[in-house]
């Protein structure tokens, strides 16, 4: 599989490539947001793993621009540590956030993790929610809304995963939070909010009134849509 890695650091590249060598992997260096934007569309990676703080285009904007044709998923980088940093980078769809300093052996667990999900066999088993209007391919990870393809990142293909395997059922945060462990940071409900709210923009006729997604106030979150 490609591995796209950006990063100003010329250290953090060698360190980051050797380790995933190691593991069969191909990879590619960026050292910019313009360089990391161009060879994300030629070089079409499995998956990305970006820094925040880049010396033209920040990371933030290198993932956005990227989530505007691409589900690839992403794994963030950077020295910043805030919650509103890290929420930023989910908002705009980032997968996963680790700080600097970090160890690459983690890194490469995370990658591993990360593309197994993303990842699979096809097959033809269906979840097919309100007549169709929602159906769900559980083994190869697809999602179509009124027969067109919705692009999800693993991780929201994740939640919607649990929640639908399981109609009616709440899922207070905490348990939805094992879907995007690894975060090592406090504010945790906020985390998953974010992610509902990137779900529910993608798969919902209105957000603002979810048909799908449902909140349950002072509980957490279930899955509406009848098989």
């Known amino acids: 599989m490609k591995i796209l890695i950006v990063d100003d650091e010329e250290n953090i590249l060698e360190i980051v490539e050797a380790y995933l060598v190691a593991k069969n992997y191909q990879v590619f260096r960026a050292m910019d947001g313009e360089e990391a934007l161009r060879k994300a569309e030629t070089i079409r990676p499995d998956l990305i793993v ?6 033209d285009i920040s990371g933030l904007e290198v993932c956005r621009r990227i989530r505007k044709s691409s589900s690839v998923p992403v794994i963030m980088l950077t020295a910043r540590t805030t919650e509103q940093d ?8 980032a997968d996963h ?3 600097k300093p970090f160890s690459p052996k983690e890194l490469v667990a995370r990658v591993q993790t990360v ?9 033809e088993v269906k979840w097919s929610f309100e007549g169709g209007l929602l159906d769900i391919y559980p083994d190869n990870m697809q999602v179509f809304k009124k027969g067109l393809e919705v692009g999800l990142t693993p991780t929201e293909y994740g939640l919607l995963f649990l929640l639908a395997s399981h109609p009616q059922q709440i899922f207070p945060r905490q348990q939805l939070l ?12 906020r985390v998953i909010d974010v992610h509902i709210k990137n779900l529910r923009r993608k798969i919902e006729d209105d957000a603002r009134t979810p048909h799908y997604i449902l909140t349950i106030y002072g509980a ?3 899955f509406g849509g009848q098989k």
Do not use: A, N, W
């Not at 970006?50 to 010396?55: E, G, I, Q, V, Y």
């Not at 890290?86 to 769809?93: A, D, K, T, V, Y």
């Open 220 to 222: 957490g979150y279930r």
């Open 50 to 55: 970006l820094d925040l703080m880049l010396p």
């Open 178 to 189: 094992q879907v995007v462990k690894g975060l090592d940071f406090d504010g945790t409900d």
């Open 97 to 99: 956030y680790m700080t």
């Open 115 to 123: 593309l197994r999900r993303s990842h699979k066999e096809p097959q």
């Open 86 to 93: 890290i929420l930023s980078g989910l908002h705009i769809g």
